[in-house]
């Protein structure tokens, strides 16, 4: 019997897990649960209801997984400690400085519940997570490196948006090339902010305004853009629309290490990805991990886990026979 | 109190793993076992013993984990099911296709002694295994792409070295850049043996030696290099020594998959090690799985294992808190 799963939010994160639920014959896609008006939210798979979020809970013998698509800023920090008392649930939660805490609290529900609760899964928190862990400890001695881009920051394109006479915009993060190269050399530099990623910003301002003034305004905005070298193009809507409508990302991370009696030889440990669609990436994650979350409570574990906490086969329809011959 | 370690066998891979337990505090090196006569061999760690293999099976209370260094052909087949009736052992066993024969045979073996075996511990099998499994469960639709290099291949050395008029030799295995970014670019290529990577030869030959004849009967050996792009270099002794007596390697493995309702958007997944050296890199991965496999012990679990059954979290000197907080 197919793993059945709920999906907690529909929008680009939900849609990306019904996608990926596709893909995934050994998994089920049982309900939608929104907090609009259900019948105004219709969604791509054939036959599969779309609930209000009030009637998830009655929803427990029918939901083996419970995917938790909401926001780490308000949504996630209630959502996931909530629904693990009726739910093994998989999050995306990533807001990093609060992780602690949004762990001790589902767990403590999962615990109580008997559930099983994942939290912070995606690539960043997630897959660039576990490349930093497993490289730290092969490699005690060295220094970690994490570059973000070329992508589209959403906290970014928001903050271009709140400028006076800015009708759109979208911001790109790109790691700067000779900062990657040094990492890789093994130089292991000490890298600064602005020396680490650049920002490029596609802009559309409003007919007549003082473009000199948004430029300056962006390129000084504290914490976002005045730590690094930013560019603005002023572009037209139809260009915006036309050419910057997606959400790619990806990044890398690299370790830089030492081995050797005296330390003499040098080991470069890299991990990157390349996304055409930051959401339906992490949404692929997350799905990974609702197979585990499920074959865990099966066990009879209970209790908040992170990707550190899972083995790796868990996350694979194949049986460990079949990984051990294929991919081992 | 320090995790104790016991070293079978003490060529390139146990003085590697000697190394690395060097930068791993929580661990102790308590004795290499050697096959040789122990007073014949010395051992960069001041104080510690070196024991005839035969009197291991006496150290049984005072070693945690023992690591088995011998090679794939003959010793680990023996060797691995043999110690795990005594001890928690980690082995880099590297044959593919026999992997799950001897897994099996350490499965029974450490079953009944109640203790845990870890096998195929590496990169290849290893971290390289790990990284195709999490990027199939993450992309179920998608290529896989596994490239070695650039590094010496022991065995095609070895194969230079046995073509008569040569005296010594180093063989490199290159990947082919464009093949790299084919795959890189999402297009899912199929790649011939000889599209994927180049075989570099640097032979020493005898005096007189017919080089033309050499060099043809390198280029035409089957299954080493009759497959493949290969340039032979002839060059003198004192060049080999100071310019070829690293033993560097690495390699790549890419996944390429599509996400999305009609499978619109590509990813890339890339993992890739740049080594200076090989047998450093790979001890530097056993201690950490020797860390995991005492953990494992301690909990009471028992049988063989592979990088697939061990969270990521077992590895790390650091603790869960520490991780989360850190590292996610």
Redesign the interface.
């Known amino acids: 019997m197919a793993i059945r799963i709920g999906i907690m939010g529909y929008g680009n994160l939900g849609r ?1 897990i ?3 639920l ?3 014959k050994d998994m089920e896609l049982v309900a939608v649960f929104t907090r609009r008006n259900p019948e105004t939210v219709t969604i ?1 798979t054939e036959g599969v209801p779309v609930y209000h979020v009030d009637d998830a809970v009655k929803m427990q013998d029918k939901i083996d997984v419970m995917i938790l698509c909401g926001g780490s800023a308000t949504d996630l920090p209630e959502q996931t400690k909530m629904y693990a008392k009726y739910f093994n649930v998989v999050d995306s939660f990533d807001t ?1 400085a609060r ?2 805490e949004h ?1 001790d609290a589902v767990d403590a529900a999962a615990k109580e519940s008997g559930k099983v609760g994942v939290i ?1 899964v995606g690539w960043d ?1 997630g ?1 660039f ?6 490289a ?6 060295g220094s970690d490196y994490t570059f973000w881009g070329k992508g589209v920051s959403q906290g970014h394109s928001d903050a271009i948006r709140r400028v006076e006479g800015v009708l759109d915009g979208k911001q790109y993060t790109i790691p700067v090339e000779g900062a990657l190269e040094a990492v ?1 050399s093994g130089k292991n530099p000490e890298l600064t902010t602005r020396q680490k990623h650049i920002r490029e910003c596609f802009v559309v301002a409003e007919d007549g305004a003082d473009t000199a003034r948004i430029e300056a305004e962006i390129k000084n905005m504290p914490n976002y853009f005045a730590d690094y070298d930013t560019t603005v193009h002023f572009i037209t809507m139809e260009e915006l629309k036309a050419n910057h409508s997606g959400i790619p990302h990806g990044g890398f991370v690299i370790r830089s290490g030492k ?3 005296n330390e ?14 930051n959401p ?2 992490t ?3 997350i799905v ?1 991990y609702a ?1 585990a979350a499920y074959r865990l409570s099966c066990e009879g574990q209970s209790g908040c886990k ?8 868990y ?4 049986s ?2 079949e ?3 294929h ?2």
Chains 1, 2 share one sequence.
Not at 136 to 141: K, M, R
Not at 315 to 318: D, E, F, K, T, V
């Open positions: 990306g019904e996608c990926a596709k893909q995934n791509l990093h992780i602690p762990f912070s928190p897959m997570s576990l490349n930093r862990l497993y730290n400890a092969i490699l005690p001695n890789r081995t050797g009696w003499e030889n040098t080991h470069i440990i890299e991990y990157s990805l390349k996304l055409d669609s339906e990436f949404s692929s994650v990974a197979r992170t990707v550190f906490d899972i083995a790796p086969a996350l694979s329809a194949q460990p026979e990984l051990r011959k991919l081992l």
